[in-house]
């Protein structure tokens, strides 16, 4: 049978088809938005686990933490939501904290007498680049993440005096926030209504691998790859969506 390859996954075109209720569930999405709670209940509906079957497997709170998983999945796969953070150097401080929502650097701009946009570096770039630079003195002009962590930014020279420093601004890529059952999911971005039920078919595939149904497992997870990667699309069409888009730090 006839394959798709969506990100790593390959989906025969007919489950796809299947799983989206027709063709025309390929290319269209359901424009009403969802709270958490109505999408857990949703999932519960797919998953055949509803409370009037009087057979309930799973808690409100287990389907939930399935729905903040799918959205997770979701936002780290197509990076459609961004944000910014400022913050101030300071002379001979080497490391700064990055948001806890951070995922990736889009854009670094320094403020001193005008704006100055920085250039990303590995520390095995600056390592052939300068010998013993951590010790370099100056106005920064580049800047480096930690990737062990990647809860920490840095920048080369470190800022030996006020007159080095300045305001640091930071575009960035973000997760999106941890929903509760009264919260809209994709931190409530009204062009992104059309995908909420999307996380009721992650919950739902979730569900029904535990029950042992693995078909229908393997639609729903059909269903929500699909919607996954019409997603991305829909982000890939707005100006300004560049993720990755550079072979990375050097």
Excluded at 74 to 83: A, E, K, M
Excluded at 168 to 186: E, G, R, W
């Amino acid at each position: 049978m006839t394959a798709l390859s969506i990100g790593r996954a390959k989906v025969p075109i007919l489950a796809l088809i299947l799983a989206c209720g027709g063709i025309s569930g390929l290319f269209t999405g359901i424009a009403e938005a969802r709270t958490a709670a109505e999408l857990v209940t949703e999932a519960r509906e797919l998953a055949r686990d509803p409370s009037a079957t009087g057979r309930t497997r799973f808690t409100d709170a287990q389907i939930l933490k399935f729905i903040n998983r799918g959205m997770r999945d979701t936002i780290s796969y197509t990076q459609c939501l961004r944000d910014n953070y400022t913050f101030e150097l300071v002379a001979l401080t080497t490391w700064y904290d990055l948001p806890s929502n951070f995922i990736s650097v889009i854009r670094v701009k320094l403020k001193a007498e005008d704006y100055l946009v920085l250039e990303e570096k590995s520390l095995a770039g600056l390592d052939r680049e300068t010998e013993g630079w951590e010790t370099v003195q100056g106005q920064p002009d580049e800047y480096y993440v930690s990737f062990s962590s990647r809860t920490k930014i840095s920048f080369y020279p470190i800022p030996a005096t006020h007159t080095d420093t300045g305001t640091i601004h930071i575009d960035y890529y973000t997760q999106a926030d941890i929903l509760t059952v009264s919260d809209t999911p994709f931190n409530a971005v009204t062009e992104f209504t059309p995908f909420h039920s999307m996380l009721s078919f992650y919950a739902a595939a979730e569900m029904t691998v535990i029950d042992g149904l693995f078909g229908l497992s393997d639609r729903y997870m059909a269903r929500y790859i699909t919607d996954r990667e019409r997603f991305k699309l829909s982000c890939i069409q707005r100006p300004g969506y560049r993720p990755s888009i550079s072979p990375g730090p050097r």
